[in-house]
């Protein structure tokens, strides 16, 4: 379904990666995708954190992206896998051991892996943490596949929210 997803999205781009949205006031405004080159099954495979297969099956398409970006720094920022390692320190003394980053959605928070989950094959594994709140992590009650198709559907809204 990711793989499906992403080229639904990739079909919408110009020949810049820019695409139009259409926002909540009747507006619309220009965003930007980029994608990175494939993951390494190797570098996958020996990767410090135990991913979710979906995340793998992505990473072995892109190994990380931007979505929704705009001309000024915002956006969604699926990390690849060193973004993943620098942003979970960066954000260690907000977020449980056993958790790690793979998204920053920029000004808004970080969409967090809970390890255990993976480890237990539990598919609620993906959580949110506000930027600006010091409460613990929310459960979206999603795999990393389903958050991709609603952003993908919402065109970067916050839909998590509401």
Known sequence: ??????ESLKANLDGDGRFRIHLNDGTAADKKCLFFEPASLQEINEFKFDLPDDYKTFLTLHNG?????D?????????????????????SHLIPEKYFCVIRYADVGYFLIDEQKVERGEKDYLLYEDIDTSNPPQNLKMTFEEFIEKLIKFEGELFWLK
Do not use: A, N
């Not at 001309?71 to 960066?90: C, P």
């Open 71 to 91: 001309d000024w720094g915002s956006g969604i920022f699926v990390h690849s896998l060193k973004e993943i390692i620098q942003e979970t320190l960066s954000i």
């Open 65 to 69: 992206g931007r979505i929704f970006t």
């Open 1 to 6: 379904m990711i793989i499906e997803t992403l």
